[in-house]
């Protein structure tokens, strides 16, 4: 069993910054891509920034040079910088990793976190 957890979401004014953490713990041999998307009350989620084991970086068009991903795959953790924050960034943030739980085997099982809270007020 493989859980993803969030932490660093919260109220921030326009303008300002925040910093999530995503750590992946439990049964993990390997991580392919981890990324992180959002979900605005009545909208679809979406997808906000990827990257892959190979630090190869993705990022939606609304978030590019305010945001940026990286990850320490020592510690199975994925981060999400977030500067110029905008009132449309208000959102829940979730976190997505591809695992592999097994050596023996090579299947990879898409995992998600349970979701932070960020709201940027204006």
């Known amino acids: 069993q493989v859980q993803l957890v969030e932490s660093g979401g919260g109220l921030v004014q326009a303008g300002g910054s925040l910093r999530l953490s995503c750590a992946a713990s439990?049964?993990?041999?390997?991580?392919?891509?981890m990324g992180w998307y959002r979900q605005a009350p009545g909208n679809q989620r979406e997808l906000v920034a990827k990257?892959?084991?190979?630090?190869?970086?993705s990022y939606a068009d609304s978030v590019k040079g305010r945001f940026s991903i990286s990850r320490d795959n020592a510690k199975n953790t994925v981060f999400l910088q977030m500067n110029s924050l905008k009132p449309e960034d208000t959102a829940v943030y979730y976190c997505?990793?591809?695992?592999?739980?097994?050596?023996?085997?090579?299947?990879?099982?898409?995992?998600w976190g349970q979701g932070t809270q960020v709201t940027v007020s204006s």
């Open positions: 997505n990793a591809d695992v592999r739980p097994s050596p023996y085997r090579s299947s990879y099982y898409n995992c």
């Open positions: 439990g049964s993990i041999f390997s991580i392919n891509a």
């Open positions: 990257i892959t084991s190979g630090s190869s970086t």
